[in-house]
Structure formats: structure tokens, C-alpha cells
């Protein structure tokens, strides 16, 4: 069964059983477990009774059977109840007993994951509305196990769950998780350069997302790692997760495709309360929740900025967007002998924010795009086509850092526009409306590794970006040319900014650019602050050739005639 007629099904099941009897913004919160406990069920199935078994001996023996049986039967979990989706249906009068003590069940790290669904507070109602039996039923028509689903098209039917509930309740479905044909394209650009260094046996490599949601970055990126460059890494996946059942799920599916579960950790908060304080990675993909408000996090954020060994060395950007927050984070944890970094963001952290010596400035994105083009950690930027997310049509990019560039990409930055390259969709899917193939996907890497200016690529020094910014003043004077003063203060009668390339000195340009045109003004030269923009989409940009004056003179004119008849 496909994909998409899995998520139909599980869709349909929603709207037919709870439509009338709970909000939308509910539909998620029973789902989404049930979801999650076929899978469980199906992966359990073929040694059911035999651990039912084996726990009755343990505790007859007084033996702690959780060791016993995960080592005995090689599972990461296990449930000792005698009920299952199947048999549970043979009951119906006793369901909500039955289906309770199914629950209880679990060893002890699944009931700490179902405790984030917080499926307990909804038996009661399921069972008064008549539901919970026909949700067991239904689900136990859909095959959920991880031979028939993997990992990867698991993450697929759940994040598009997600993005449904979450757009029945009108809800920003984009905090949730990334279309995969962006995580495809973001993973291919982190990975492609490192096709030779990840040769080789007994190499260990981690990859880490402060914003893991689901985990389909991670579980994408060491895919793609195993199928195209080494099959014999071995790849640790950590990621931090704020929303519950987003981290329920991803850690149940580990749990399921025998990754460490212990490293996706439960967070408030990724900028307040860090999972992995002082751990390195080597590589980090994260969705940051851009064009959100941190309001909630600036206080801890403040107490950070004055720890001189805290994450955001460089400073805050504005409380609208937290973006450039969580790349300090990775920033932070980068591998000393290298680290490579892909992320998501729209246009803001290009421009935000006025050049400051204020760490603590309320809009510091100058100072932590200086950070980072200074330290030469900026390796590619790509602005995606718009319309590519389920939540926004707004153009997005994708960023790569690394520390540790070929020597061509020293003190270089690559910018590829790559928004005319895409397919549109069938049906639109919420605001996306395009997507990125792999044809697509090939010819943009393509484009990344050949390093060559065309009309997709541009190549910068990292200075090109860079820029002095001072004040001018010019005063007020009298007739005989003295200024004028109120209180023993000049009276100013302008004041403006010059913005002066890094590579003209400020007394040069002041000669060339401003002398000729105004007279007596003044500067302090101490107010003199260097601040970092990136006009990413002027760069491409490509004034129409007008090939003809006199026939574009013409079809004006008739097209003034046509208007004229038409009003008279």
C-alpha cells in the first residue's frame, strides 16, 4: 500500500469516528498514539507469546524481566499483556479494561513515551462517545510494521498527519517538521563533500538536530550517508525536541528501528535548556523556527549573552526571530577538527538588525553575520523556489557552514539561486504548491560542487559583504559662518550614514564620494562600527534589455489609443 493511501486511511478514520464529537486541534492528540501503537503491536507480534511467557518465569522467579527479555528476544521494549489490536476486538463490552491494561503493559521506557501523547486523559471520552473500539478496529486494518513501513516513509505518513491536524485547527503546521524534498536537498549538500573523507572502516560520525521534531532530518541525513557513500559508518543521531508528541514519536520509532532513544531528549526549551551542553558533532541539520517569537526564552537568553563561554558569543537577533539563535547553539557545537552545518531560514537574517559595539543590543543579526563570515564559517547559501513549505509561500534558503573548508572555498562564500529550478505539484499540499525532484536536487549539487559563476552561482569574498558604518553631521551656521549653538550645543542641521565598502578606507571614500557634493560636515571617528549584510536576491537580479526604443514607443502609443476609444 502507498504512502499516500495509508495517510488517506488513517485521515478518513479521523473524520469519519471523531468529526462532531472533538475539535480539530484534538483529532492529532488521539491519532497520532494510535498511530504509534499499531506500529508497536505489528513490531511485537512475532514473539508475543513467548514473552508473555518469559515475564510470567521472571516474575515467578522474582527475576527483574526487563533485562531478561530485551536481551533474550534482542527487543528494545516489550508488552507482557495477553491483549493485542487483534484480540482486543473479541471483547467489546470490556474494551476500555481490556485496552487499559494493554496500556500498562509496556516496559517502562514505552510508558514514559506515552505519557507524552497523554492518551490516558482521553479513554474516558473515547469509550462515552462509543469510539475506542472502532479506533482499535480500523487501525487494525492498516499495516504499520516496519517491514512493510520503513523508517523513512513512517516519518512521511506522520508529518503529514501532523501538517493536516495541525491545519484543521489553523495551526503554523511548518513548526513541525520539513517537507522531505528540502531535508533531500539540505542533506545532499551537507553530505556530497564528504564522500571521500567517509570511506573507510571503524569510522563513527554524529549527527545531531536541536529542533529534531519527528527525526526525519536525522533518520534522512544517515540514510543517505549509508546508501551513497559508506554502508559500514556507523552513524550516533541526537536531537532535542520541545512539542511531546512530536518527541514521542521520534523516540518510539527509534526505539522500533534500533537507534539509541536515550539520545532524542525531552527539552522546554533548546535555547534555555540544553540537552547536549558541551557535546560536539560533527554534523547538524536543524529547521529552526524561523519568523517565531523567543519572548518566552529572553530572559535565560540575557543570563547566556553575559557568560563569555555561553552559546551566543556574537549576540541576540530581534524577539520576532530566534533563527540566528539556534545557529550560535550548533555554532557552539562544532568538532574542532570539523563540523558541517545545513539550516533553514527565510530572508530576515539576511538584513535584520544595525551594526552595534552592544552584544546585548534588542537586534544584533550585523554582529552575528560578521561572526559568522568573519570566522569564515559560511560555505553556501541557496534561495529554494517559493512556495515549496505547507505553511508559507515566502522564499526560504538554505545555508551550509563548515570550519573546515577545501582550500578553493577559503574566505569564500557560494550563492546559488536555484528558485527557477522545481516541478510543480499535482494538488497543492496547504501553501506548497512546487517541489524539488531529484533531477532537481542533482542539478543544484551539481552546480554546488563545480564552483563556477554562472546565472544559478555566485562567488564572493566574505569581505564583499562587509561594510563601515559612520555618521555625518553638518551644523547650523550664521551669516559669517559661525555655529550656531543652544545650551553649548551644535545646532545640527542634517545628520546621515554612510555605508563604506571594507575594502575602501573610510577617508578615501569620504574624499571621493562625499566631499564633492557637501561641505564643512563633521565625524567622530571613534563612531566608526563595521556591521555584515547579505542582499542575496539583488545579486541575481537582471534589468530587462529594452531591444527596441522606438517599437516599444509605438506599442505605447497604440495602447493609449485603445484606452482613449475605450473611455470615450
Not at 550645543?489 to 578606507?505: A, G, H, M, T
Not at 529594452?546 to 470615450?568: A, F, M, R, V, Y
Request: with cysteine; proline share 4%; aromatic share 12%.
Amino acid at each position: 500500500m502507498s504512502d499516500n493511501n495509508i495517510t488517506n486511511l488513517i485521515k478518513g478514520i479521523s473524520n469519519s469516528l471523531l468529526r462532531n464529537r472533538f475539535k480539530p486541534h484534538q483529532y492529532g492528540e488521539i491519532i497520532l498514539p494510535f498511530i504509534v501503537l499499531k506500529r508497536l503491536d505489528t513490531f511485537l507480534s512475532k514473539n508475543k507469546q513467548l514473552i508473555i511467557k518469559e515475564y510470567k518465569t521472571c516474575i515467578d522467579q522474582n527475576i527483574d524481566p526487563d533485562k531478561v527479555i530485551k536481551s533474550k528476544f534482542g527487543i528494545p521494549f516489550y508488552n507482557y499483556s495477553k491483549f493485542n489490536f487483534d484480540n482486543l476486538k473479541s471483547d467489546p463490552q470490556n474494551i476500555e479494561k481490556n485496552f487499559r491494561n494493554y496500556l500498562s503493559c509496556f516496559s517502562d521506557n514505552m510508558i514514559e513515551i506515552f505519557h507524552h501523547f497523554k492518551l490516558e486523559s482521553k479513554i474516558d471520552e473515547l469509550v462515552e462517545y462509543d469510539i475506542l473500539f472502532k479506533l482499535i478496529d480500523r487501525f487494525d486494518g492498516i499495516s504499520l510494521g516496519i517491514d512493510s513501513v520503513s523508517n523513512h516513509k513512517m516519518g512521511q505518513i506522520y508529518e503529514e498527519c501532523i501538517r493536516y491536524y495541525a491545519e484543521l485547527y489553523d495551526e503554523e503546521s511548518g513548526n513541525h517538521f520539513t517537507p522531505r524534498d528540502i531535508v533531500k536537498l539540505l542533506v545532499s549538500l551537507v553530505f556530497e563533500p564528504e564522500k571521500e573523507s567517509l570511506k573507510g572502516k571503524d569510522l563513527i560520525r554524529s549527527i545531531y538536530d536541536p529542533c529534531c521534531g519527528t527525526g526525519g532530518m536525522l533518520t534522512v541525513g544517515k540514510d543517505w550517508i549509508l546508501e551513497n557513500i559508506n554502508n559500514d559508518l556507523k552513524i550516533d543521531l541526537y536531537g532535542q525536541e520541545f512539542y511531546p508528541q512530536s518527541y514521542a514519536i521520534c523516540k518510539s520509532d527509534f526505539l522500533m528501528t534500533g537507534e539509541n532513544p536515550e539520545d532524542i531528549r525531552k527539552t522546554k526549551s533548546t535555547l534555555t535548556d540544553d540537552k547536549f551542553e558541551g557535546k560536539k558533532f560533527h554534523y547538524m541539520l536543524v529547521n529552526p523556527p524561523f519568523g517565531v517569537k523567543w519572548d518566552e526564552d529572553l530572559k535565560e537568553v540575557e543570563q547566556e549573552l553575559a557568560n563569555p563561554n555561553g552559546r551566543f558569543k556574537w549576540g541576540r537577533p530581534n524577539i520576532d526571530d530566534g533563527t540566528f539563535l539556534f545557529v550560535q547553539e550548533m555554532v557552539s557545537k562544532m568538532n574542532p577538527d570539523g563540523s558541517r552545518v545545513g539550516f533553514v531560514s527565510n530572508y530576515s537574517p539576511f538584513f535584520t538588525g544595525k551594526p552595534s559595539k552592544n552584544k546585548n543590543s534588542k537586534s544584533n543579526e550585523s554582529a552575528i553575520r560578521q561572526g559568522l563570515l568573519e570566522e569564515d564559517l559560511v560555505e553556501l547559501i541557496v534561495q529554494l523556489p517559493d512556495r515549496m513549505f505547507f505553511n508559507t509561500g515566502i522564499p526560504t534558503f538554505l545555508w551550509i557552514l563548515s570550519n573546515k573548508k577545501t582550500k578553493e572555498r577559503k574566505g569564500k562564500v557560494q550563492l546559488i539561486d536555484c528558485s527557477s529550478i522545481y516541478k510543480n505539484l499535482h494538488q497543492n499540499l496547504g501553501e506548497k504548491a512546487k517541489k524539488i525532484t531529484k533531477e532537481d536536487r542533482d542539478k543544484i549539487v551539481k552546480i554546488y560542487t563545480n564552483f563556477e559563476e554562472n546565472k544559478y552561482s555566485k562567488i564572493k569574498e566574505n569581505t564583499f559583504f562587509g561594510y563601515q558604518l559612520i555618521e555625518l553631521k553638518k551644523y547650523k551656521k550664521n551669516s559669517d559662518g559661525e555655529v550656531l549653538k543652544e545650551k553649548n550645543k551644535k545646532l545640527i542641521q542634517n545628520k546621515w550614514e554612510e555605508r563604506i565598502p571594507l575594502n575602501i578606507s573610510f577617508e578615501k571614500y569620504l574624499k571621493e564620494e562625499v566631499d564633492p557634493y557637501i561641505d564643512d560636515y563633521e565625524y567622530d571617528e571613534n563612531s566608526l562600527l563595521t556591521g555584515y549584510q547579505i542582499d542575496f536576491i539583488r545579486y541575481f537580479y537582471e534589468f530587462e534589455k529594452i531591444e527596441n526604443l522606438s517599437l516599444l514607443e509605438k506599442e505605447l502609443n497604440q495602447t493609449i489609443k485603445e484606452i482613449n476609444e475605450e473611455i470615450s
